[in-house]
Structures are given as C-alpha cells and as structure tokens.
C-alpha cells in the first residue's frame, strides 16, 4: 500500500523514435573469481537482450559526457537478521537455453523512444480512497498485462479499453484482479511514470475490493543492479562487464535513472517471481531458470528476495543472467515438456509469460534489408504454443507491436 504522494515526472513529451544503442561495447578482460555460477562456455552474453550485440575485439567505448549514474546507496540493513543461505537447486537448462540463437533471434535494431523534459519536484501523484464495491460473490475477473517497457501511453489506452480504469487513470474495475508480467521500464520513454501508475493503481485496487499486483522482470533486476552497482565489474559468461554499460544497452533511459527514488527501488526488490492464479503459473520469462531457486513458488520467491537482499553485485548479476534466458518453450520437441517440467512442480494447467516478444516467437520478424511480409503491428492478441500449454503475452510493443492486456483464461 502506498501512503500519502511520492515523486512523479511530468507527462511525457513528443514521442520520437530513434535507433537502439547498436555499437555500445564493453571491454573483455580475464574472469575473477566468482562465487556464483558464472555461465556455461558458450553461453551467450546478455547485453542487448533481443540482439545481443558483443564482440570480444570491440574497444571499449568512451565515457558520455554530460552524465554519471548515482553513486550506489548501501543496501538498507533487514529488519531482522537474513535467513541462513538457502541451498540453490541444480540448474535445469533446456537445449534452447544454452543455444546462442536462442539470445539472438535476428539482428535488427530495436527502437528506443525518447520523452520529454521532466516534470518539476511538485509533480505528485495522490493515492486516493475509492469505495468498495457491494460484496459480490467471489473474486473478480482476472487480467495479465505483458512487457510494458516504458510506454505509459499505450498502456493507459489499454487498461482504460478494458474497463479498468477511467479518463482520471484511477482504477474502475471494483473487485477484478490484475497481474502485470514485469518489465516495466527501459527502452520506452516513461518507465518511472509506469510505475508510478501500477502503485497507485495497487493502492486503489485494493481499497475496492480487487487487486493489481506485478511480478520481477528481469529489466527490475537491471535497473536496480545499475542504480545499486554501477560500475562495479562483475563477471559474466563472455567477460567481465558491469550493470551500468547492459543497462544502457538494453534501452535505458536517463530519464528513469534520474527519476529513480528509493520507494521504486524497494518496491521492485519485493516483486515476487512467480505466482499460481486459477491454474495459470504466471511468470516474467519463459525459462526454466526458475527451477534453480525452490521446489515450491513459495521457496523460488523467498530465495530470490534473500538472494537479491544480500546486495550481492555478482549475486545480483546472476539472477539477471538467468531470468534474461528466454526461449525454453519453443522448440516443437523440447519446448512442451519444459512447461510440463514447470507445471508440475509449481502445479497449474498453463504458463502464462512475457519477456520474448511474440514476433520473434512466430518467426515473423524480417529480414534487416527490410523485407517484411508481416511484422510486429500484426500481433493482435496473446500466442498459445507448446500444445497449448504456453501463453505468450509480449505484443512486441518496442517495436511497433501491441501492449497486451487481456482476461483469463483465454477461450481458444
């Protein structure tokens, strides 16, 4: 529940698209010593997420002008002493999840929106009271909203399409439920403001008798290892690299750095990871990744908060690393029973999940000559593959596609 107002940008200005940061390199040097699993040989690198773009004779690129990261803050104390360490599971990998291709679909650019100038410190969004709803028999309907990434705009469009909220942006939808998939900012030009917006929205559902909750992206665990971190090398599968240089890679926005305060930090470090709602195992990312973190989605969520409270940057750097895997499900042979394998250990009927973009899923992106017979603006809905057993929910929309925001269970 949040309390009294907090911080907010102005509304966002003209929005331009521009080219993806393609030629940002980080230097290769020598692995040190790492505690956590540092990857597997031949594993690809992260950067750059859809195109991973990293080449280990690039130079490494010269400071920005005009801009530094925030010095990380210490990690707040616990409030009471951590946990002893939770033994981490073996690591389940599917053939997709170690295959280069699997991180790099096609080498297109991926658009990055830019916003406007920034809002005063009066800018200040209130959390009202709203008036529960009659009792009603039983919870109300149940939505998922995919990859936000920034695009507050069309995310209003879309939530207010569905009754959700009203023309003031405060929610309208009484008792339904509301399930974001993670991956709220980089890349689109307001992703504080877009989590400015699913705050208050959780302050509110809750006051009317329903809920709007989000699940950890693995752009979360980004953004807070660039806040936390910075700079600090931490060794990755092809190198050593830092936070802050995937970070920009991947679409951050300076914009959202700057806006970053410590209620979005410690609001995104207690998102949890995975959840079970009316037999949809509901994730960010379509891995098995999770397997590596509890037998239970109690277990998977409680070792991911201790793991990431422990302020950690090689820790942290390692969740990323899994969570940015994507893919496990594709493969007409390997991909169903990788869903199988989830869903009978944390139970339900169907996984319902973001992070890999539909187009890319479909096979539906062109070629970089430009020779597209259908692209991204074709995804209209959600994907079911894997025999039905897999629900994607990334429309695509960095890259023209649609933000997805629909009820289930889906009747297909």
């Not at 990690?75 to 389940?92: G, K, L, M």
């Not at 899994?322 to 893919?327: G, M, N, S």
Request: net charge negative; with cysteine.
């Amino acid at each position: 529940m949040v309390e009294g107002s907090m911080t907010q940008g102005a509304g966002q200005g003209p929005a331009m698209r521009t080219d993806t940061l393609r030629d940002f390199r980080v230097p290769v040097t020598e692995p040190a010593a790492y505690a956590v699993s540092a990857g597997h040989p031949g594993e690809a690198p992260v950067y750059g997420e859809y195109p991973a773009y990293y080449d280990d004779d690039a130079p490494a690129v010269p400071p920005q002008p005009g801009y530094a990261p925030a010095p990380a803050a210490p990690p707040a104390p616990p409030s009471a002493a951590p946990p002893a360490s939770r033994p981490v599971h073996a690591t389940s990998h599917t053939p997709e999840e170690d295959d280069f291709e699997g991180y790099t679909p096609t080498h297109r650019d991926l658009p990055i929106i830019g916003r406007g100038a920034l809002g005063g410190p009066g800018d200040t969004v209130q959390v009202q009271y709203v008036p529960p709803e009659a009792a009603s028999d039983g919870p109300g309907p149940l939505y998922v909203v995919g990859d936000v990434h920034g695009y507050l705009d069309e995310l209003v469009t879309e939530l207010h399409a569905q009754g959700l909220i009203d023309t003031e942006r405060r929610w309208s939808a009484g008792n339904a439920r509301l399930w974001f998939l993670g991956d709220f900012t980089d890349r689109g030009p307001d992703g504080i403001g877009v989590i400015d917006l699913v705050m208050r929205l959780s302050a509110e559902a809750a006051a009317a008798g329903g809920y709007c909750k989000a699940l950890m992206g693995n752009h979360e665990l980004l953004l807070i290892g660039a806040k936390r971190f910075g700079d600090t090398p931490v060794v990755s599968g092809a190198g050593t690299a830092t936070f802050q240089a995937a970070w920009l890679l991947n679409g951050g926005q300076r914009s959202d750095m700057e806006r970053l305060q410590d209620v979005h930090l410690q609001w995104m470090s207690r998102l949890d990871a995975a959840v079970l709602e009316e037999g949809h195992l509901l994730l960010h990312s379509d891995t098995t990744a999770y397997l590596d973190y509890g037998d239970s989605i109690e277990d998977v969520n409680d070792t991911i908060h201790e793991l990431l409270n422990r302020g950690d940057a090689d820790i942290t750097w390692d969740l990323f690393r899994k969570f940015t895997k994507r893919f496990a499900f594709r493969d007409e042979g390997t991909g169903p029973q990788a869903v199988r394998e989830l869903l009978g250990t944390y139970g339900g009927s169907r996984v319902v999940h973001g992070h890999s973009p539909i187009p890319y899923l479909l096979g539906e992106v062109g070629t970089e000559d430009g020779d597209e017979t259908r692209g991204p603006e074709a995804v209209d809905g959600p994907h079911v593959y894997a025999e039905g057993l897999a629900i994607a929910m990334d429309g695509g929309v960095t890259m023209a596609g649609k933000l997805l925001v629909v009820q289930l269970p889906l009747n297909d």
